[in-house]
């Protein structure tokens, strides 16, 4: 029988019989408890208090008696102190105290007590006065003689109702009594029908065990895991078919054998045989019951294998037992292998594909940056009308070709996780009428009418991601236009709680209902209708529906053939304050001095079109045609800034990079920019680790260029000779007092510092407010002569209102070194005590 089974009766045996013992307490305890009060009530003790309060009344009769009949006075006094003696006894002896404790009798013997207190005065009073007072004295006594009797009368009273509340407890003791008796006797019958039950449980469990026992040893049987059975010495107790099979024993030979030395290798036998060893003095247990683990085996022959193993332990009244579950995994592991070989191939066929995409990218863009580049100088240039036309078409046809190698690149950083939403101010109304007014021209060329407007009331400014938003928008509108011809497109905005949407709405051919499941799958480009007369790689629509899901918004479309097409597009975003108009910010452009430049660059046309933008601002060039030749040239010259492409023979640009950092050549702390076509986001981060400080995509455009340039040191102009006008600053001492004074200077100095800062940040500033926080520091500066801080802001507020940006950029760039040295000649100035 189980060890658990054996408990649970044991259990159930030992509870019957503390309940039988806890029924005989109680019995026991009531028939003692029966017993006493029957020997109270037996007792006497009622009739001597009774016997006393009968004598008191005695007594106080005999008293009476004396007064009377005009007895003797000392025969009075004798009977009075008799009478107090009595009520005092009964004031205070132990025995009335139950009686003392009704209510009643103690008010009556209190008003006995003030009598006596009343009447001994005259008692204790000389004999002349004592017969004189016996008239009194009779009055008296006939006065307490009611409350005399009451108090022998409540006596009697007092010990029936206790006589009574004593038969009522041997009563209730006895009904308990007979109580605790039945629920003895039906303790005694529920525990025969227990035992009854016990009995035949222990039957059913039997036959239960008898029939587990068979279904066991036939699922041991059958099982297609080896199933073998040991004791806690390792000694083998079953040994299954399944295992015969797996191992090549027979169970008849191996029964209580080692289990170590049939099926553990060699080489696993030592810690084989200290894990029982620990599991023999109550180790741990770092296999039994931890589920599946994978190991080595050994068949009857000799040879290793791998095998799936599980054990459980289990108690038994022999001892404890322990069974093992083994599985053959050999063609599991063959399998596994196989698997493993094709993930790794999967792997290096993506980054095949990575690198695929990524060479493409170069090899498309580099040419494109020759060509658009080209282009982008040829506008410098005086062209006829013709010219110009050709010279746009070529640049449109670039730019195309430009989008469709953007749009794979996308495709790929948004599967792989790369594309990040950034968030910031955006207006809705110009992006829209930026894109219908960008579609016009298209939309006059299929006689269309193309318009827009806000559903509701118009929010204009909103939080997303501006980039992302425009994007799917110009798809969207770009491709209603393209697919209507002699029709309408209207685009449609709304604002509520929370979530922009946009609908776009044409009167084009429509989509088949078939293919508006899948319009938004790669490289879908629509039916004959669609293809017939506009072209496109079919990944505009899966790149918008990316961007969408990226803002957490969905995208829908309806539609129907011959009637036109609505995609709508619901994004969550937030309302958000109206950006300054731009109208009068300055841009911050340093003003530039020209600088030397070397670009390292394998392909000739891109050096020639890097070459002619930057000479075309008066800057120095120099060239290299690769990578070496760059590190050479850096090791020599000084420059400024090096412009560096990356995919290069002989030594490639991120090597490059890492030399001019780690040598001592002239240019090691130059500013070095990546020129590549390599746009995806793990190079641009790989770039920068390798010392670079920042990255130019190719095909390069100026504003690009420009933007690279202008975060080199803007030029400073002279150094006003005079810091401070010691006169001035005499006079303001002496005007504004020695105790004010130092207060007034650090209240200033905070404020031109605060000015420094503000005019330093990165925030576009308006030209107007320049000028009058300027204005305001500068008058503060004359006043305690700080003339050449007092200049610099002068002429920043002038160049300011004349709309001069450059001028004010770079005076702003010497604010904060005349600031310094102005501040430290303030502090020096002798002043009068």
């Known amino acids: 029988m189980p060890k658990s089974r054996f ?61 009377r009949v005009g007895a003797d006075l000392a025969s009075i006094r004798r009977r009075f102190d008799i009478f107090y003696s009595r009520i005092n006894t009964v004031s205070q002896a132990q025995v009335f105290e139950e009686l003392r404790a009704d209510q009643e009798f103690l008010a009556t013997l209190q008003r006995i007590q003030d009598w006596l207190d009343t009447t001994a005065t005259f008692i204790d009073a000389d004999d002349v006065a004592l017969t004189g007072s016996l008239p009194r004295l009779a009055s008296l006594v006939q006065d307490i003689r009611p409350d005399v009797r009451k108090l022998s009368n409540s006596g009697l009273k007092i010990f029936a109702q206790n006589a009574d509340r004593q038969r009522a407890d041997v ?182 594909r990575s690198d695929f995409l990524a060479t493409m990218s170069h090899e498309i863009r580099t040419p494109l940056n020759g060509l658009l580049g080209n282009l982008s100088l040829l506008r410098d240039t005086t062209l006829s009308g013709k010219q110009d036309t050709y010279m746009r078409n070529m640049e449109t046809s670039g730019r195309l070709l430009l989008s469709h190698v953007s749009d794979v690149l996308d495709i790929t950083r948004y599967d792989s996780g790369k594309v990040s939403v950034n968030l910031e101010p955006m207006n809705v109304s110009d992006l829209l009428q930026d894109i219908i007014d960008s579609q016009s021209g298209m939309a006059s060329t299929q006689e269309t009418t193309l318009d ?82 506009v072209g496109g790689t079919g990944l505009g629509l899966s790149i918008a529906k990316r961007f969408v899901d990226m803002l957490g918004g969905e995208i829908m479309v309806a539609s129907e053939i011959g009637v036109g097409s609505t995609f709508r597009v619901a994004i969550p975003a937030k309302a958000a304050e109206a950006a300054p108009e731009p109208g009068n910010l ?108 920042g990255v130019l995509t190719k095909p390069l455009r100026k504003s690009d260029l420009l933007a690279v340039l202008g975060k080199e040191g803007a030029t400073t102009p002279a150094e006003t ?53 300027t204005h305001k520091i500068a008058g503060n500066a004359a006043l305690f002569g700080a003339t050449a801080f007092r200049d610099a802001l002068v002429l920043i507020e002038r160049s300011a209102k004349a709309g001069e940006d450059a001028a004010v950029m770079a005076a702003i760039a010497t604010l904060p070194d005349i600031w310094k040295r102005s501040k430290k000649a303030l502090a020096e100035v002798p002043l009068k005590e």
């Open 7 to 67: 408990m649970r009766r044991k259990t159930g045996q030992t509870i019957l019989v503390l309940a039988g013992l806890v029924v005989m307490c109680a019995i026991v305890f009531l028939t003692w408890n029966v017993s006493r009060e029957i020997e109270e009530l037996s007792s006497a003790s009622s009739d001597n208090v009774q016997w006393s309060l009968s004598q008191t009344e005695v007594e106080f009769q005999e008293f009476s008696g004396r007064i």
């Open 171 to 352: 009563a209730l003791t006895m009904i308990e009594l007979a109580l605790a008796l039945a629920v003895l006797i039906a303790a005694l019958g529920i525990s025969v029908l227990y035992l009854v039950r016990m009995n035949e449980k222990m039957r059913r469990q039997e036959r239960a065990r008898r029939q587990t026992g068979a279904r066991m040893n036939t699922v041991i049987n059958t099982s297609l895991d080896g199933v073998i059975i040991s004791d806690d010495a390792g000694h083998i107790i079953e040994f299954s078919p399944a295992a015969e099979e797996i191992f090549g024993h027979r169970a008849e030979d191996v029964v209580g054998r080692e289990l170590g030395a049939i099926i553990v290798p060699d080489h696993m036998r030592a810690g084989h045989e200290a894990g029982m060893e620990r599991m023999r003095k109550g180790g741990e247990k770092r296999v039994v019951g931890k589920g599946r683990v994978q190991l080595e085996a050994k068949r009857s022959d000799g040879s290793i294998f791998p095998v799936e193993l599980a054990i459980q332990s289990a108690v038994t009244e022999e001892g404890d037992i322990f069974i093992a579950f083994l599985r053959d995994i050999t063609q599991q592991k063959a399998d596994e292998a196989e698997l493993v070989d094709a993930r790794d191939k999967a792997i290096a066929g993506e980054k095949s």
């Open 452 to 533: 827009w407007g806000w559903d509701g009331p118009a929010q204009h400014w909103i939080t997303s991601d501006c980039e992302r938003l425009q994007h799917v928008l110009m798809n969207l509108i770009g491709n209603a236009v393209k697919f209507t011809k002699r029709g309408r497109v209207s685009v449609t905005a709304s604002w509520h709680k929370g979530e922009m949407t946009f609908e776009i709405e044409d009167t084009g051919a429509g989509i088949p209902e078939d293919l508006q499941d899948r319009i938004f799958d790669d490289f879908v480009t629509g039916n004959a209708a669609y293809d017939r007369d």
């Open 586 to 693: 300055i841009e911050r452009r340093a003003v530039m001095a020209p600088l030397r430049v070397l670009v390292v660059e394998d392909n000739e046309i891109n050096r020639f079109v890097v070459r002619e933008m930057l000479q075309a601002d008066g800057h120095e060039v120099s060239e290299a045609h690769d990578g070496q030749q760059g590190v050479d040239k850096a090791a020599v010259d000084k420059f400024d800034l090096i412009l560096m492409d990356i995919s290069m023979p002989v030594l490639d640009g991120r090597s490059a990079t890492r030399q001019i950092r780690q040598g001592n050549g002239a240019s090691r702390n130059a500013r070095i920019v990546a020129l590549t076509a390599n746009v995806m986001p793990s190079e641009r981060d790989d770039f920068l680790a390798q010392g670079m400080d």
């Open 721 to 773: 000779p005079v810091l401070i006008d010691h006169a001035h600053n005499a006079e303001t001492y002496e005007v504004i007092g020695a105790e004010n004074y130092p207060k007034l200077l650090a209240r200033y100095s905070a404020e031109a510092e605060t000015l420094i800062e503000w005019l330093q940040g990165d925030a576009r500033l308006d030209r107007n407010d320049i000028a009058a926080e």
